[in-house]
């Protein structure tokens, strides 16, 4: 989800599996987002935007200190964008939307030992939907594009509530840390699942979800000391409940449901058909999912003269459940056996349970030199299995013929019919051995890192689009993959000039991917993942130390990414695209304003691929935007 992030001071990255760090087990990486503390600034901080396609966004932030001891702050936030697609079907905009945040945060210090922090924060976001561009064929390349156009209604809201609970005591041998976090979400989501102007069917999708964290954490007191250590212990409950019902309606019965069931009747009554009398009917779809972990884990680091040796362990397990509920009622009949239309009830209700338990080491080295350092690291990664919720009403689709033919006495087939078992909604863990060797320089005003890696995948969860009439995405697990790239940046400064500049290159492929009986795609590309990326930023700061201004500050980004594969069997692809901003920002005192430009050559480029009902579609990136802003601290 998209958040606001008040008055940011610092944001570190810290790459490939992280769990014997803090916290949930983390796969990827971890970004730790610093934010402003009441207790080391106190004031007002004003923030406005607003540019050329009508969006603007305004926020305010305030810190106290009234004690030495305790400090707080209240924050806010409003968006409101127009949109930049037009629907051609509605002739509205289709992505524009709204949204507001608020934050308080309080810090209090009772004693020279504990330090103990609270931030509550709410969000509520109203969104249009969405941006999608059906091809008149499955080839990016040499295709056309053909304009947004869909006849039924689509939208996103949301409101989540988060708080953490931060309690710090200071020992005489280790410091203690208990974390305590409670999250709500609700959301309701409104979509014309075909994106087309035809009626085939709708998704009123609403969930709930509680999540409840509590992590205690020790560390060594004494930073001198050869040997530093952190040990922790981490556990969540979550609980989510989703009702997905899906509208089909006469187009989607008409062509996804009984031309496909009577091209099977055809084969015997060539002229007889099977006939279903609703001009809509509902799938009902309700799934309870609690989801409980806990995890004990540590890390030891050694400094033996220029030397830091790091190992680190984690046990980690996780159990999930899923309690599903499925129903429709559709009036049918077949011409040459009856006269009438017949209610019938078809249902699907079952448990599937998924549960892990892991052992995640870690390892690394870290010589130093006067400027710099290298290193080799080795890390056991791992992300739990879980359920493909977006998959039921395919089953039921199922299910439900498979209902009619039974009471017609007819044997059901159908391409469909194996996936009337709820097997087909769970995918398995991943696990992944990361191993990466690098380095930093830094002399004077230039500063350069290289990393080198090699991920090793078993089991990768991939997304998977259905073919022929299916609908929902769901998540598969490929066999083996391996992932091998290499990423470097550097950062220059000269006077009043200052460069940066990151390229990182990466090739995924299928080690083992069987698709099916005949198909294998081992040696192709993981789709998604941009064999290039590129980011460079060149900014000058012009100094004029005037009554009315004290310094203008130019900058210039570019930003490349691609070749992005879009599918298993690497038929559409999307080569590497450019985006050029630019940016003017005047200051004085404590006053500031600029003038920006994002995708400054109005570049068409696209972010997402996807396929529903046998049609290919793509998600447009946003085109050039120009706007102004205004920062004002007091």
Request: aromatic residues 16%; glycine residues 8%.
């Given at each position: 989800?998209?958040?606001?992030?008040?008055?940011?001071?610092?944001?570190?990255?810290?790459?490939?599996?992280?769990?014997?760090?803090?916290?949930?087990?983390?796969?990827?990486?971890?970004?730790?987002?610093?934010?402003?503390?009441?207790?080391?600034?106190?004031?007002?901080?004003?923030?406005?935007?607003?540019?050329?396609?009508?969006?603007?966004?305004?926020?305010?932030?305030?810190?106290?200190?009234?004690?030495?001891?305790?400090?707080?702050?209240?924050?806010?936030?409003?968006?409101?964008?127009?949109?930049?697609?037009?629907?051609?079907?509605?002739?509205?905009?289709?992505?524009?939307?709204?949204?507001?945040?608020?934050?308080?945060?309080?810090?209090?210090?009772?004693?020279?030992?504990?330090?103990?922090?609270?931030?509550?924060?709410?969000?509520?976001?109203?969104?249009?939907?969405?941006?999608?561009?059906?091809?008149?064929?499955?080839?990016?390349?040499?295709?056309?594009?053909?304009?947004?156009?869909?006849?039924?209604?689509?939208?996103?809201?949301?409101?989540?509530?988060?708080?953490?609970?931060?309690?710090?005591?200071?020992?005489?041998?280790?410091?203690?840390?208990?974390?305590?976090?409670?999250?709500?979400?609700?959301?309701?989501?409104?979509?014309?699942?075909?994106?087309?102007?035809?009626?085939?069917?709708?998704?009123?999708?609403?969930?709930?979800?509680?999540?409840?964290?509590?992590?205690?954490?020790?560390?060594?007191?004494?930073?001198?000391?050869?040997?530093?250590?952190?040990?922790?212990?981490?556990?969540?409950?979550?609980?989510?409940?989703?009702?997905?019902?899906?509208?089909?309606?006469?187009?989607?019965?008409?062509?996804?449901?009984?031309?496909?069931?009577?091209?099977?009747?055809?084969?015997?009554?060539?002229?007889?058909?099977?006939?279903?009398?609703?001009?809509?009917?509902?799938?009902?779809?309700?799934?309870?999912?609690?989801?409980?972990?806990?995890?004990?884990?540590?890390?030891?680091?050694?400094?033996?003269?220029?030397?830091?040796?790091?190992?680190?362990?984690?046990?980690?397990?996780?159990?999930?459940?899923?309690?599903?509920?499925?129903?429709?009622?559709?009036?049918?009949?077949?011409?040459?056996?009856?006269?009438?239309?017949?209610?019938?009830?078809?249902?699907?209700?079952?448990?599937?349970?998924?549960?892990?338990?892991?052992?995640?080491?870690?390892?690394?080295?870290?010589?130093?030199?006067?400027?710099?350092?290298?290193?080799?690291?080795?890390?056991?990664?791992?992300?739990?299995?879980?359920?493909?919720?977006?998959?039921?009403?395919?089953?039921?689709?199922?299910?439900?013929?498979?209902?009619?033919?039974?009471?017609?006495?007819?044997?059901?087939?159908?391409?469909?019919?194996?996936?009337?078992?709820?097997?087909?909604?769970?995918?398995?863990?991943?696990?992944?051995?990361?191993?990466?060797?690098?380095?930093?320089?830094?002399?004077?005003?230039?500063?350069?890192?290289?990393?080198?890696?090699?991920?090793?995948?078993?089991?990768?969860?991939?997304?998977?689009?259905?073919?022929?009439?299916?609908?929902?995405?769901?998540?598969?697990?490929?066999?083996?993959t391996r992932s091998r790239g290499v990423e470097?940046s550097a950062h220059y400064t000269l006077q009043?000039?200052?460069?940066?500049?990151?390229?990182?290159?990466?090739?995924?492929?299928?080690?083992?991917?069987?698709?099916?009986?005949?198909?294998?795609?081992?040696?192709?590309?993981?789709?998604?993942?941009?064999?290039?990326?590129?980011?460079?930023?060149?900014?000058?700061?012009?100094?004029?130390?005037?009554k009315f201004l004290d310094n203008v500050q130019?900058?210039?980004?570019?930003?490349?990414?691609?070749?992005?594969?879009?599918?298993?069997?690497?038929?559409?692809?999307?080569?590497?695209?450019?985006?050029?901003?630019?940016?003017?920002?005047?200051?004085?005192?404590?006053?500031?304003?600029?003038?920006?430009?994002?995708?400054?050559?109005?570049?068409?480029?696209?972010?997402?691929?996807?396929?529903?009902?046998?049609?290919?579609?793509?998600?447009?990136?946003?085109?050039?935007?120009?706007?102004?802003?205004?920062?004002?601290?007091?």
């Amino acid at each position: 989800f998209d958040f606001d992030f008040f008055d940011i001071r610092r944001i570190d990255v810290l790459r490939g599996p992280q769990g014997t760090l803090y916290g949930r087990n983390s796969n990827g990486g971890i970004m730790n987002i610093y934010t402003l503390s009441p207790m080391v600034w106190q004031g007002l901080r004003v923030k406005t935007e607003f540019d050329s396609e009508f969006s603007t966004k305004a926020s305010v932030s305030y810190y106290s200190k009234p004690k030495d001891n305790f400090g707080y702050s209240v924050a806010a936030a409003a968006s409101y964008n127009e949109g930049f697609f037009t629907n051609e079907y509605l002739h509205k905009q289709c992505d524009g939307g709204s949204s507001f945040s608020g934050r308080v945060k309080l810090h209090w210090l009772p004693n020279a030992r504990w330090s103990v922090e609270n931030s509550t924060s709410v969000n509520y976001v109203d969104e249009g939907g969405y941006a999608y561009h059906q091809t008149d064929s499955n080839n990016l390349n040499n295709s056309e594009i053909l304009p947004i156009s869909y006849n039924d209604e689509c939208g996103y809201n949301r409101f989540t509530l988060i708080d953490g609970l931060v309690a710090k005591r200071t020992g005489k041998r280790a410091d203690l840390a208990l974390v305590t976090s409670y999250q709500f979400l609700s959301d309701e989501l409104l979509l014309d699942n075909d994106f087309t102007s035809w009626s085939y069917f709708t998704l009123h999708q609403t969930q709930r979800e509680h999540n409840v964290t509590q992590e205690i954490l020790f560390t060594r007191h004494d930073k001198t000391k050869q040997w530093q250590w952190t040990t922790g212990m981490f556990a969540f409950g979550k609980m989510l409940n989703i009702a997905s019902p899906v509208a089909f309606k006469r187009d989607g019965i008409e062509r996804l449901i009984l031309d496909n069931a009577n091209k099977g009747i055809h084969t015997t009554f060539p002229n007889n058909n099977l006939e279903i009398a609703d001009s809509s009917f509902v799938i009902a779809c309700d799934l309870t999912i609690p989801t409980y972990g806990a995890a004990l884990y540590h890390e030891s680091n050694w400094k033996i003269k220029r030397w830091k040796l790091t190992t680190g362990i984690r046990a980690d397990f996780e159990y999930s459940q899923m309690d599903y509920n499925e129903s429709c009622d559709v009036d049918y009949r077949f011409d040459l056996t009856m006269t009438n239309y017949k209610n019938i009830r078809s249902e699907f209700v079952g448990t599937e349970k998924i549960h892990s338990f892991v052992v995640l080491p870690k390892l690394s080295a870290q010589y130093f030199f006067n400027d710099g350092s290298v290193y080799a690291t080795f890390a056991n990664g791992y992300r739990a299995g879980g359920f493909n919720t977006q998959i039921f009403s395919d089953i039921m689709q199922s299910v439900m013929m498979a209902a009619i033919m039974d009471d017609l006495g007819v044997s059901f087939s159908s391409e469909n019919a194996g996936a009337q078992s709820a097997a087909a909604t769970t995918y398995k863990p991943e696990t992944n051995y990361n191993f990466e060797v690098g380095g930093k320089y830094q002399k004077k005003s230039f500063a350069g890192t290289l990393a080198l890696f090699w991920i090793e995948g078993v089991d990768q969860q991939i997304t998977v689009l259905p073919e022929g009439n299916g609908v929902g995405r769901k998540m598969s697990n490929a066999g083996r993959t391996r992932s091998r790239g290499v990423e470097c940046s550097a950062h220059y400064t000269l006077q009043n000039w200052n460069f940066t500049a990151d390229y990182g290159f990466t090739d995924a492929r299928y080690r083992d991917y069987q698709y099916n009986d005949t198909v294998n795609y081992a040696g192709n590309h993981v789709p998604y993942a941009p064999t290039s990326t590129i980011a460079a930023q060149a900014k000058y700061v012009w100094k004029i130390n005037r009554k009315f201004l004290d310094n203008v500050q130019f900058s210039l980004q570019y930003r490349g990414i691609g070749k992005i594969y879009w599918n298993d069997d690497n038929s559409l692809s999307q080569p590497l695209y450019s985006l050029l901003s630019a940016q003017i920002q005047c200051e004085k005192d404590n006053f500031s304003f600029g003038l920006f430009c994002k995708n400054l050559t109005d570049t068409q480029y696209y972010t997402f691929y996807f396929k529903s009902i046998g049609r290919s579609f793509y998600a447009e990136g946003t085109p050039r935007v120009i706007g102004i802003n205004c920062n004002l601290t007091i």
